[in-house]
């Protein structure tokens, strides 16, 4: 489970996960008053820096160039 959640943890926050033994079973729900104040905000972005030498278009620009960066990685 911490495996999945780790690899999955933007989504995995919205949901509740258990695991017995006896039997043997997996189990998960949403949590939906996580999963609506999220669906609340989606789509809004709120970027934090103290990079006064760049204007906001640059730093978005920077800040998605990165996240395409990263998700190479992840292949």
Known sequence: MGRL???HSRVA???EMTFTDNPLEFSWQ???VKYQQASDVDG???LRTNLNEMDAEEIW???ISLTCVEAGFKR
């Open 5 to 7: 959640q780790e690899c």
């Open 13 to 15: 926050k919205y949901y």
């Open 30 to 32: 949403r949590n939906e």
């Open 44 to 46: 809004g972005y709120i």
């Open 61 to 63: 620009n920077i800040y």
